[in-house]
């Protein structure tokens, strides 16, 4: 079946400007995650989805991310007012609770450049 | 929290040889998974292997192969029969059982280059 997507695959906005970010998981799983990929942090856990719930916010940057998950599928993530510092590849994966040590799926990731 | 060390950042072996990469992570939690995933340029993180803790056998898929040992707190992924297109970014990682909230923390990688 179709694995994680996601779109665009490549985003260049300037500094202050808004972009979103969408995640379109495996069908039926349940759990979706976000992660951002960089240079100088390496792979950081952002926020994770069960169902359309986010439990915990607390990985997110700061407040200029937020991120939803509609109809416990599609997820997007909203940068604002987006910095130079947030120039990264941001990758999508999702699970289905229960399965074989919860395993994640990832998309091939949104490359963001903050010029 | 937990922490994922790979002391590794590159290898580089000939096709045909046997390379092993190396993972350690440091846990208070006594049921977790461990993973490998490997990234190829195309960006794409593809899952390689997995363990559930709880499992003393080590896992095998193919030409891939863990040693976990859960004492020492090690994770070690061993390739044989090393091929052109193992070439990637190969990322070690950990996730408590059933706290999907905390996500996967990773390791910081290793490169490994298969030379011709």
């Known amino acids: 079946g179709a694995g994680v997507s996601q779109s665009p695959s490549n985003k260049v906005t300037e500094k202050g400007k808004d972009v979103e970010l969408r995640c379109d998981p495996i069908s039926g799983h349940t759990a979706l995650y976000w992660y951002r990929q960089s240079l100088g942090q390496g792979l950081e856990f952002l926020i994770y989805f069960q169902g359309n719930s986010a439990p915990d916010k607390s990985g997110l940057p700061s407040d200029r991310f937020s991120a939803e998950r509609t109809g416990g599928s599609v997820s997007t993530l909203t940068i604002q007012r987006t910095q130079q510092e947030d120039s990264a590849v941001y990758l999508c994966a999702s699970s289905l609770v229960g399965t074989v040590a919860d395993t994640q799926y990832f998309g091939p990731g949104t490359r963001l450049t903050v010029l | 929290a937990q922490t994922v060390t790979q002391s590794q950042p590159e290898m580089s072996v000939q096709e045909a040889e046997t390379v092993t990469l190396s993972c350690t992570y440091d846990t208070s939690e006594n049921n977790y998974y461990l993973f490998w995933y490997k990234q190829p340029p195309s960006r794409q993180m593809i899952l390689v292997i997995r363990q559930e803790a709880y499992k003393q056998q080590n896992a095998t898929e193919n030409r891939f192969s863990v040693n976990f040992q859960k004492a020492a707190k090690s994770f070690s992924l061993k390739i044989s029969d090393s091929q052109l297109g193992d070439t990637a970014m190969y990322f070690c990682?950990?996730?408590?059982?059933?706290?999907?909230?905390?996500?996967?923390?990773f390791g910081k990688g290793t490169h490994l280059i298969i030379q011709p």
């Open positions: 990682a950990f996730m408590k059982h059933g706290e999907g909230a905390d996500g996967l923390t």
